[in-house]
């Protein structure tokens, strides 16, 4: 081709097919006009459900590099194919390409212990290509950069949170929403408003309700419901999402008396002298009243989401854990990734045992979607309840007739963690009570010693406890000795310290969110 002739050279798919790249780009470079590009599109390296072997392709860092050693700078990177890298270069190296958005005159903290402040900082597209002074920034403004004035102002990197209902976030904002009251008559009058404004027979649920900054702290009745919903079923979940409350309406509806039996996991709490139930019904119990809540609108689950990510986005979050969901909500999350309206970062984990789960192990886990945004490689299982609600699995609480209960057997879950390990799916357990984490620790060690090493597409799973919050001291070092992560919330710490005397007795709440201690 005579040289400086070519707008756009466009490689698509087939790049790692080309032998003596370094002298192809030099070609490249002769023939393309000042202003052209050089455009290629190609496979990530990780193992992905379509395209080439991994050993055939090449990884986005390592192309990256070759054709800037041939004096191309990269210009621009598109992020909407999900398993595909889009680089757009230009010809010549005289100094880096304009940036999207700079950042300057402020103070950048960088979580990097060799540079931990700066005062600029730039991006193109959605990695960051410098950070440092704000004179040596000026070379990264261009014509059409977004060059902000800090004006003196703080900036942190994007926060990330492991732990994170997304869609429950969302259907917080759609909801009847009862955080954040501090009394039964508060949590009443809020429910009536909904009430009143609610057609004959129609379902009244929301969320969020804490008994504990309420004096007395005793959860809510059926009872106290019926004196302001007679007529309309009423479901309300707590706030730690493991007991709702229900009226007597919706006990009808149900068919739960007094004759009815706890399931597995779960419990109806009852008046300790007739035998009736009060209303509350503890984790597995909830599915008796649950199960009869009308389904979701059609659309329903799409605005949860696009809710939980700009309410995400706007108080800063860039990534999340999903603690376990349905194949239904990633498939939407999919196709919302596929329009372009996830900025997020997500690590998904579905919920077990379940179809899904099973569906997870057979078809394998999706690493780096989306320009590396979505991975879906996890198993969550709700082993116990929660201390508020009652529900946790203590070796003994201190002001409740029962210890807990666990949710799974020993034979619902050890299969499935056996052909976790040799798939190379992460496992993530709820153990809230110190019942709870012995007795998981226990199945996990059989799981490990069942399927040794050599045996595991992943020799050092990484598997978690979710939350980890009491936990006896003799189990402590067995993290450690089997490389469990202890994935814990400071948050539970704030609301539990409202009645955790009251649940473990003084004694004991020694043991409870022990992070030195695991530290």
Same mark, same amino acid.
């Given at each position: ?139 990264? %403004? @261009?014509? +059409?950069?977004?060059?902000?004035? !800090?004006? *003196?102002? =703080?900036?942190?990197? $994007? ?9 429950? %976030? @969302?259907? +917080?904002?759609?909801?009847?929403? !009862?955080? *954040?009251? =501090?009394?039964?008559? $508060? ?20 969320? *969020? ?311």
């Amino acid at each position: 081709l005579p040289a400086g002739s070519v707008d756009v050279v466009f490689i698509c798919d087939v790049i790692h097919h080309i032998e003596k790249r370094p002298a192809y780009y030099q070609l490249l470079a002769r023939a393309l006009k000042p202003d052209g590009r050089l455009v290629i599109v190609d496979f990530h390296k990780q193992p992905l459900p379509v395209g080439p072997r991994p050993e055939m392709k090449i990884a986005r860092e390592a192309l990256l590099a070759e054709v800037q050693a041939a004096g191309f700078r990269l210009a621009r990177e598109h992020t909407f194919l999900p398993y595909q890298y889009f680089l757009v270069f230009q010809a010549g190296s005289g100094g880096p390409a304009p940036a999207g958005l700079v950042l300057y005159n402020g103070t950048i903290h960088t979580v990097n212990e060799k540079q931990p402040r700066a005062e600029a900082v730039a991006a193109s597209g959605d990695k960051i290509v410098f950070v440092g002074s704000t004179a040596a920034a000026k070379k990264y %403004v @261009g014509p +059409r950069t977004q060059a902000i004035d !800090l004006k *003196g102002a =703080t900036v942190v990197p $994007g926060l990330a949170d492991s732990h994170y209902h997304l869609s429950g %976030v @969302g259907a +917080r904002e759609l909801d009847l929403n !009862l955080e *954040g009251i =501090t009394s039964l008559a $508060g949590f009443l009058a809020a429910v009536k408003v909904r009430v009143d404004r609610a057609k004959p027979g129609e379902w009244i649920t929301g969320s *969020g309700w804490n008994e504990g900054t309420w004096r007395p702290q005793a959860f809510p009745t059926r009872f106290d419901l019926d004196k302001i919903a007679p007529n309309n079923p009423v479901w309300l979940t707590r706030t730690d999402g493991h007991g709702s409350v229900a009226n007597s309406a919706a006990i009808r509806i149900a068919g739960v008396t007094r004759e009815t039996k706890d399931p597995f996991g779960g419990e109806v709490m009852r008046d300790s002298k007739t035998g009736e139930p009060t209303g509350m019904f503890l984790d597995n119990a909830q599915g008796l009243v649950g199960r009869h809540v009308p389904p979701d609108p059609p659309g329903r689950l799409r605005k949860e989401l696009l809710l939980g990510i700009e309410r995400s986005i706007r108080l800063g979050w860039t990534q999340v854990g999903i603690p376990g969901n349905s194949y239904r909500e990633v498939d939407e999350i999919r196709e919302l990734y596929q329009e372009g309206r996830i900025p997020l970062r997500i690590y998904d984990a579905v919920r077990g045992p379940s179809a899904d789960t099973r569906r997870l192990l057979k078809e394998g886990p999706s690493i780096g979607a989306y320009d590396g945004r979505f991975h879906l490689r996890g198993i969550k299982v709700s082993f116990d309840g929660a201390i508020g609600s009652k529900g946790a699995a203590l070796l003994t609480y201190n002001d409740h007739s029962t210890s807990g209960f666990l949710k799974w057997k020993e034979e619902d879950l050890l299969p499935m963690f056996e052909q976790a390990l040799r798939t190379g799916v992460q496992v993530q357990v709820h153990a809230i009570g110190d019942r709870a984490n012995r007795e998981i620790l226990d199945i996990f060690e059989k799981a490990f010693r069942n399927v040794p090493p050599a045996q595991r597409k992943i020799a050092e799973p990484r598997w978690r406890v979710e939350h980890a919050q009491h936990v006896s001291a003799q189990d402590i070092p067995r993290f450690v000795k089997l490389g469990i992560i202890p994935s814990m919330q400071p948050s539970h710490a704030i609301s539990d310290l409202l009645f955790l005397k009251s649940r473990l007795g003084l004694d004991r709440m020694g043991d409870a969110y022990a992070w030195q201690s695991f530290l």
